[in-house]
């Protein structure tokens, strides 16, 4: 209800609306359509029934609204949802009045009698808009009466353009444009709170979000939870890329599909077939509440959930691998880290898709590479290692990849590519073991900074499952061109440069080759050392050398070096095999695991009518310690010659054992 107070205050309301005008940005679509309402151009809404998230505008729009409906001399009644019943809505609304009605979603329980009564009564000529946000009841669609009266439109988020037009109408410095669009997106609501902020402070470079802008967007698009466990749900939604009822379970327990089923019908939560997701700057705002106001739990969660998704990485098979990948590199992915590579995130798929090279395609490579001899020498010797990115659309290529598994050096190979040669001159420092490969991953074309973003982001996926699901992968070798522009990556993926600064020149350009030794630093150390750089910065907790990679040779040796000494603790501490994946994987004192290892090798030959004489011989010599090996044959009643075969025969079965267990 307006009370009139004199002239001065029909002068504010008019300054106040001409504030509103001016500062007004985008819905041109939505405005069109309420005007050609207000006209009674045929095909025109009776009533519009619109809904989005908290903060996405429709308050704001709805005083456009009444502004544009008074202009047009019609009679605005404007109502409050908040706390509104029957009575409420019992006001006189003539013909051709606009009825506004806002936060609709707290009256939501009269929606049926507005549908079925209230709305029916309205005199011709008359226009409602009901704003809230929830979407409406299904019975709107399946009343044929409804049919051409009723619009339901979803409001969603300013496009670039318009989200930039208002931070340039509410001051906000050039220098900061960038950064709060990237925290604010296209929501009205963090841009306005963000522009306000930044606006104050035209001296910065760079803005972030304040304490004051994070509670304020927090406290209005969420609100009161019922439970600690729905606001752990949350803050899970929003720190990976998808939730399901699966992950939750992981977090809250037995209480996930309830808490799953509530926050599915949250009006900022969106859905796609992978699971829940909230809006991006809802998303924004809980992951960086979370990090300042609890950063030991933030820790914890990520933790948790990163443990989840590399186990799904892992195990899953099918079609459910892609998915799986893509929800553990959203949760590995450090913006800061890619940003300078222009690599964003998307939700949307389907738009590239990754196939086998074909022979028509090896033109195409050609003409994308810089470095045609060494391509074609490729493309000949190992076409299946390459990958070809195509447009869903129509199948045109636009990028391709090579991914060279190889299990020792060739000559013609070291010969033809440098790139190669580099590689394995860093991988004969721990070679591949038998069974043991490498994997050079060459030429991924365009340039990272230069590749569409679902391309780049598809790359980058497989090149993960790459390092995370091969079998007895040893190295990894990254080729890169411009090679110091990619250090930061390449130093957070933990791919180092090769001896010798690993350049080359090659096509003209300088190229650099960086390797990991997955048998040094394993997939669950490297994915420690990930998580530690994206929570605590990237200089945080290097990935140091978890493991000694031993040659056969070498790992024999020490297996008859622990034999000699299995009675000498002090003599085993400096055993190679304390550094192993045998003795590492394993918890407790190392040198009793060692010797526990040991005793377990040796008894599996007891049991063997075949090696139960190996297991004598290793007993007598090495449990019991008979004074001299003589002295064990005699005690063997043997021939010293015999014993000696049997010996050695049961120090090989014993090294043979120990070393599956190691690989």
Sequence with gaps: ????????????????????????????????????????????????????????????????????????????VEIDGGGADPAAFEVEVSAGAV??????????????????????????????????????????????????????????????????????????????????????????????????????????????????????????????????????????????????????RAMVGDRAATVFDWLRRLPFIESDRHGLYP??????????????????????????????????????????????????????????????YQIGQVREEGEVQATPLQPQD?????????????????????????????????????????????????PVELAADPAVALAWAAAEAAPPRPGEHVLITRYLHPPIDRRPVDTGILMQMQVLEAWLRSARLAWSFVVVPEPDRLLPLMAFTDHHPVAGGGRTMIGGRPHGVFGHDWRALPVDAWITALNARLLFGPDALPGRPAFTVLSRADFDAAVRD???????????????????????????SPVQTLRDLIVEAVDSLRDDAREGKLHRALATTYFHRAPTQEAAAEKLGVPFSTYRRHLTRGVERVAERLWQLEV
């Design 362 to 410: 090896h033109a195409g490579v050609r003409d994308l590479g810089a470095d045609s001899e060494i391509i074609r020498f490729w493309l000949e010797r190992r076409p299946e290692a390459f990958t070809a990115y195509r447009r869903t659309s129509d199948g045109a290529l636009l990028a391709f990849a090579v991914h060279l598994r190889l299990t020792e050096p060739d």
């Design 99 to 248: 009825l506004l009605v806002d936060s609709f979603e707290r009256c939501q329980g009269l929606e049926g009698w507005m549908r079925e009564t209230f709305l029916p009564k309205l005199p011709a000529g008359a226009v409602a808009v009901l704003a809230g946000q929830e979407p409406p009841d299904p019975l709107w669609a399946s009343d044929v009466s409804w049919s051409e009266l009723l619009r339901v439109t979803t409001l969603g988020d300013l496009d670039p353009d318009e989200a930039a037009e208002l931070l340039r109408l509410r001051g906000v410095p050039d220098a900061l444009r960038d950064s709060v669009l990237t925290f604010a997106g296209g929501h009205p609501l963090a841009l306005s709170l963000a522009a306000s902020s930044a606006a104050r402070d035209a001296a910065a470079t760079r803005w972030t979000p304040s304490r004051d802008v994070l509670t304020t967007l927090i406290d209005q698009l969420i609100g009161e939870v019922p439970s600690a466990a729905h606001r752990h749900a949350l803050e899970v939604s929003a720190h990976a890329e998808s939730t399901t009822e699966e992950l939750l």
């Design 562 to 588: 622990a034999l000699k000494n299995w009675h000498l603790p002090d003599a085993l501490e400096n055993n190679p095999l304390l550094g192993t994946h045998l003795i590492g994987d394993r918890g407790g």
């Design 1 to 76: 209800m307006v009370h009139e107070g004199g002239r001065s205050v029909a002068r504010l309301a008019e300054r106040l609306r001409a504030a509103r005008q001016q500062s007004f940005v985008g819905r041109r679509r939505e405005l069109i359509h309420f005007r050609d309402a207000l006209a009674g151009v045929p095909g025109s809404y009776a009533v519009l029934y619109l809904h989005g998230a908290a903060g996405v505008g429709k308050s704001t729009l709805l005083r456009r609204f009444a502004d544009e409906a008074r202009d047009a001399g019609r009679t605005v």
């Design 279 to 340: 809006h991006a700057v809802v998303r924004g705002a809980l992951e960086a509440d979370l990090r300042w106001r609890d950063p030991q739990g933030y820790e914890r969660m990520h933790h948790t959930v990163a443990t989840y998704l590399l186990e799904r990485a892992r195990t899953s098979s099918g079609e459910a691998v892609r998915p799986a990948m893509r929800a553990l590199w959203h949760l590995l992915r450090a913006d800061d880290v890619l940003a300078p």
